[in-house]
C-alpha cells in the first residue's frame, strides 16, 4: 500500500480523499493541527493523533473519536489500523462534537461558577413584551 502525503486540500476534495485514505495520520506537536483532526472526525473517520495536551481535551469531549499514539508506539498503531482498517471510522451517526445544547448547558454552567458574575435569566416573556 503506498504512502500518499496530502499536505493542502481544497474544500471541494477533502471529504473524499480523508474518506477514501486507509489510515488517517496526523503527526503534529502543535495546535496547527486542529484543522486536520477535526476534519478527519467530520468526515467519519478516527485518525491517528500525536499524544499531548489538547489531543487528550479533544478525546475527553469526543470520547473514541481518535487513535491517540505516543511517539515510540506509532509503527505498532499504523500497522494496527492497516490490518484493521475498521479501526479507522467512527460509528455510523456519531456526532462529531457535542450539540448546540451541550455546548449551550456547558457555558451556563461556567457562566454560574465565575465569581462575582451576572446570573443568567430566562429570557423574556414573548406574551408580555419582555415585562
Known amino acids: 500500500m503506498p504512502l500518499v502525503v496530502t499536505g493542502y486540500l481544497p474544500d471541494d476534495q477533502a471529504a473524499a480523499t ?3 485514505a486507509s489510515v488517517g495520520l496526523t503527526g503534529h506537536r ?3 493541527a486542529s484543522g486536520s483532526i477535526n476534519s ?4 467519519g473517520r478516527r485518525p491517528l493523533v500525536r499524544d499531548s495536551r489538547y489531543v487528550r481535551e479533544l478525546e475527553r469531549l469526543r470520547p473514541g473519536s481518535h ?3 505516543r511517539d515510540e508506539d506509532l509503527t505498532t498503531r499504523l500497522e494496527h489500523a492497516l490490518a484493521d482498517p475498521t479501526s479507522t471510522w467512527r460509528a455510523p451517526g456519531a456526532p462529531p462534537g457535542p450539540d448546540l445544547a451541550a455546548v449551550a448547558a456547558r457555558y451556563r ?3 454560574v461558577s465565575t465569581p462575582g458574575a451576572a446570573r443568567p435569566s430566562a429570557p423574556p ?3 408580555t413584551g419582555g415585562t
Open 18 to 20: 480523508l474518506r477514501g
Open 67 to 69: 487513535l491517540v499514539y
Open 30 to 32: 502543535n495546535l496547527s
Open 109 to 111: 454552567e461556567w457562566w
Open 40 to 43: 478527519w472526525v467530520a468526515a
Open 125 to 127: 416573556s414573548r406574551a
